[in-house]
């Protein structure tokens, strides 16, 4: 397996996403939609990492509501911030991240210098260092035989139930047994104003990506970041068999 000891600013991204501690959830939703993250920094004044809140966090604490599949509290973000966030020096190794995220099982880790954010390191990142690593392994030998289903016909509010219960950051959306779409947290939070009757095919995202069990991992992860799609379906003469994300690039690395 290759090695992957370079230093973690080669592919950490900048600058870092953040909200200030006082704004509400309400700012860091609509954050989440305007810069396409899934999680942001929370920062004091000085600009001192202090915590980290994401899509999962605010999802957890939705306010149920009549007509609305759910609404999002107005509260501020350090009530439900993770903290202290995790983070590593800019000397630290993408190897050593990708075993922190694997541990604690989190999509990203800080970059920080004296206590503030340089910048940061998610899953999607990790993809970038595999791509170019070019490597061969087979993706059915990282994959997850976990794939937690929803019909297209099924109501939004059963699949954000699903979502929830299941611990995944997506479900994969069938029609007549077929993959049709994905419907993750951002599609969840998008479609949270819908009636909780609503079909979830009128939410998923119909970005999906299907490749075969014997396909490498590199070029996996090339189509993945080229697609920007944050998951890969594996497919056989069995239909879906299994599903990689982004915890099984940072199992590569370990």
Known sequence: MANFEMPVTEYMTRPVETIRIGQSLVAANALFSEQGVSALGVVNDAGELKGVVSRTDILHVAVYSHGETFRVPDRPVEEIMQSPALQVSPEASVA???????KQ????IFVT????PEGVVSTRDLMRAVREKRIKTPISEIASGSVVKVKADEPIALAVDR???SNKHGLVVVEEGFPVGIFDQACALDSRRLPPNTAVESAMNVRILILPAGMGIGRAAEQALGMNVRRILIEDDRGVTGIVGGLDFARVMS
């Open 96 to 102: 050593e991240v990708a075993k922190l995220m694997l």
């Open 163 to 165: 979502l929830d219960l």
């Open 105 to 108: 099982r989190v999509h990203r």
């Open 113 to 116: 210098s004296s206590g503030k």
